[in-house]
């Protein structure tokens, strides 16, 4: 699908990429947030993909703040974004898109990667959202724990979201084990929550980046995009998830799987 893109700055003063698809009818929403390395150009091109595949997605360069950020973009730096700062500026990039006509502010899901997976559960925790998508992020075990910078620990955010679930992982993370993954599913399902989860074989952080050669994954990357977009079309269809609870966890693990032989790969 064409698509029309551009940077904006939004009511709250924080630097955005936006990319709308070219069509006369309103379109769902997706708020994305990046990396930790901030708003770089892969964030953008998921922001373009998301817009190919007919949705309106809004890319907030959430770390604008950070005094360097040539050295964020670079890795080099990293900057501690709060969940109230998160909130703020998640909420600040939806209210941006009360200007583009095309945005249907009525369906909306969030995306977060990395460092803000756990973002899009936070959103949906204070607002309703048609889906919430973490891709390896919100498991760790700093999520768990309440601090400054995450003042309400996971499973106590949980409870309080209404909409589904997708979290894409992969068995060779060395932030995230598989029994990191396995503790968001208890939680999800102690919770009644409807959820997406996968873990991909093979696959070490960050391996949907097609900018670092080292992590990325092309046969897991398409494979987990192509299930976002099933979970998407059906998140913001008619029938959605319907009344009842829908859960399904898949995990493709070596039998020899060790967390601790896991590396991180640039």
């Known amino acids: 699908m064409p698509i029309t893109e551009k940077s904006i700055t939004t009511p709250g003063g924080m630097p955005a990429f936006v990319a709308i698809p070219r069509a006369p009818e309103k379109a769902p929403v997706i708020v994305l947030l990046h990396e930790r390395y901030g708003l770089v150009e892969h964030t953008r091109d998921l922001a373009r993909r998301h817009a190919r595949e007919g949705y309106v997605c809004i890319a907030g360069d959430y770390f ?136 991909f074989g093979d696959a070490p952080h960050g391996w949907l980046n097609d900018t670092m050669p080292g992590r990325y994954r092309p046969a897991q990357a398409e494979a987990g995009w192509a299930a976002q977009s099933a979970f998407l079309a059906k998140a913001f269809s008619e029938s959605a998830f319907g009344s009842q609870i829908q859960q399904s966890f898949k995990a493709t693990i070596s039998p020899d799987y060790d967390f601790s032989k896991n590396v991180r790969h640039e």
């Open 64 to 199: 604008w703040k950070h005094l360097d950020q040539e050295a964020l973009h670079d890795g080099d730096e990293s900057y501690d974004m709060t969940d109230d700062e998160a909130l703020v500026l998640m909420e600040d990039a939806i209210a941006a898109l009360a200007d583009v006509p095309q945005a249907d502010l009525t369906r909306i899901a969030a995306m977060g990667v990395c460092q803000t997976g756990r973002h899009p559960l936070l959103l949906a925790a204070h607002r309703p959202l048609k889906a919430a998508l973490c891709w390896y992020g919100a498991a760790q075990d700093r999520e768990w724990q309440e601090n400054a910078r995450y003042p309400v620990a996971l499973d106590k955010l949980i409870p309080k979201i209404s909409c589904p679930v997708l979290g894409m992982f992969g068995e060779r993370d060395h932030i995230i084990s598989v029994d990191h993954v396995r503790k968001l599913r208890g939680v999800l399902e102690a919770n009644a929550k409807s959820y997406t989860i996968e873990i």
